[in-house]
T-cell receptor, first 113, second 116 residues
């Protein structure tokens, strides 16, 4: 897996957009960028993934730079329920769930009322 | 939405007991996985399965076995529970990578097992 770097923590006001950056400068051409989050005492929750193009789903948007060396997860209208640790992972397609999954330390997002 | 359901959120068992952890997914996924999550160690893969009745060892299979008799259900068995198996156990499922869709993992909410 390509190494990813994320800021350890961020704050966001409720109702505002939360922009979470991830650096993956050594990503290879066949590695996807996956985002997960984990709320305390719950299992990790898949958010979104992408390869080259920007992606959007009902939870978030993923913006990947043209050189693919970094990406940003955008939660358009953060709520208190979005308070969690967010993990960015770069790896080949997830049938390599056969390998151990290391989330790293992620970004702890605190949404403030 | 994909739903992966683990039968218990919390379990307390005694050393030497046989423990069954059940996981059911409703998305007709071929792939299912069992992980354990411990502080500072990330998610470690115990076993996975790519099809009914098929299983493969992950990184830490010792002391565990699995069963996949139906596509939607993947069971983790602790043959004789020990205190070092106290952990958060996470089940996950995914579609095959060959679908070209990136095959993300979808996790259940976890079972926190305490062995005393």
């Amino acid at each position: 897996d390509a190494k990813t770097t994320q800021p350890p923590s961020m704050d966001c006001a409720e109702g505002r957009a939360a922009n979470l950056p991830c650096n993956h400068s050594t990503i290879s051409g066949n590695e996807y960028v996956y985002w997960y989050r984990q709320i305390h005492s719950q299992g990790p929750q898949y958010i979104i993934h992408g390869l080259k193009n920007n992606e959007t789903n009902e939870m978030a948007s993923l913006i990947i730079t043209e050189d693919r060396k970094s990406s940003t997860l955008i939660l358009p209208h953060a709520t208190l329920r979005d308070t969690a640790v967010y993990y960015c992972i770069a790896r080949t397609r997830m049938d390599t769930g056969r390998r151990a999954l290391t989330f790293g330390s992620g970004t702890r997002l605190q949404v403030q009322p | 939405d994909v739903k992966v359901t683990q039968s218990s959120r919390y379990l307390v068992k005694r050393t030497g007991e046989k423990v069954f952890l059940e996981c059911v997914q409703d998305m007709d996924h071929e792939n299912m996985f069992w992980y354990r999550q411990d502080p500072g160690l990330g998610l470690r893969l115990i076993y996975f399965s790519y099809d009914v009745k098929m299983k493969e060892k992950g990184d830490i299979p010792e002391g565990y076995s699995v069963s996949r008799e139906k596509k939607e259900r993947f069971s983790l068995i602790l043959e004789s529970a020990s205190t070092n198996q106290t952990s958060m156990y996470l089940c996950a499922s995914s579609s095959p990578a060959g679908t070209g869709q990136g095959s993300p993992l979808h996790f259940g909410n976890g079972t926190r097992l305490t062995v005393t």
